[in-house]
């Protein structure tokens, strides 16, 4: 069965704070994907990978940056974090037209 | 760019009433249309998809098809239970080279069922 692995389901962490989230896949796939998702506003892409080492950056990159050192992980680095970064974030990765993603990570920044 | 556009929420029905949300999209080519459902406190999952236009997508009593002279794929259900409440995500992925599977979301529906 495919699976999305994130770390960390629900987080709290002062303004400042460097945070990593991480998410790892065991399906082998080569795009692996970073979202946030806000009410109203639906999913926006933060970053993508599309190979080891490899990144792009989505629609709404600033504030953050990802790490993708092996192919099953991805990780989203936010690298001063600011209470406007307050937000469910989810991890996909992707197969030809079938996109998988994790359960997501409640993120609070106080 | 890209861009996906929902009926604005949130839905509210009856148990066993029919459920209609709209979707519509702006995308160059020739994109392949998705639904995803969130169950409350839980990631994205697939519900049905299209690839190309006159296809239609169906799963668990939802169907959509994919309509390009109206550039639309509506999700709808003849008789909705309340397990069916959820927020659904409209989503195109664009067939060009450099997608690299991205997917462009709509901003989501609320939808409840009561009994």
């Known amino acids: 069965d495919v699976k999305v692995t994130q770390s960390s389901r629900y987080l709290v962490k002062r303004t400042g704070e460097k945070v990593f989230l991480e998410c790892v896949q065991d399906?082998?796939?080569?795009?692996m994907f970073w979202y946030r998702q806000d009410p109203g506003l639906g999913l926006r892409l933060i970053y993508f990978?599309?190979?080891?080492?490899?990144?792009e950056k989505g629609d709404i990159p600033e504030g953050y940056s990802v790490s993708r050192e092996k192919k099953e992980r991805f990780s989203l680095i936010l690298e001063s974090a600011s209470t406007n970064q307050t937000s469910m974030y989810l991890c996909?990765?992707?197969?030809?037209?079938?996109?998988?993603f994790g359960e997501g990570s409640w993120l609070t920044v106080v | 760019g890209d861009s996906v556009t929902q009926m604005e929420g949130p839905v509210t029905l009856s148990e066993e009433a029919f459920l209609t949300i709209n979707c519509t999209y702006t995308?160059?080519?020739?994109?392949?249309l998705f639904w995803y459902v969130q169950y409350p406190g839980e990631g994205l999952q697939l519900l049905l998809k299209a690839t190309k236009a006159d296809d239609k997508g169906s799963n668990k009593g939802f169907e959509a098809t994919y309509r390009k002279e109206t550039t639309s794929f509506h999700l709808e259900k003849g008789s909705v239970q309340v397990s069916d409440s959820a927020v659904y995500f409209c989503a195109l992925k664009n067939a060009g080279g450099t997608s690299y599977g991205k997917l462009t979301f709509g901003q989501g529906t609320i939808l409840t069922v009561h009994p």
């Open positions: 995308a160059t080519g020739y994109p392949s």
């Open positions: 996909a990765s992707s197969f030809l037209d079938t996109i998988y």
């Open positions: 399906m082998d796939h080569e795009n």
């Open positions: 990978s599309y190979d080891v080492k490899m990144k």
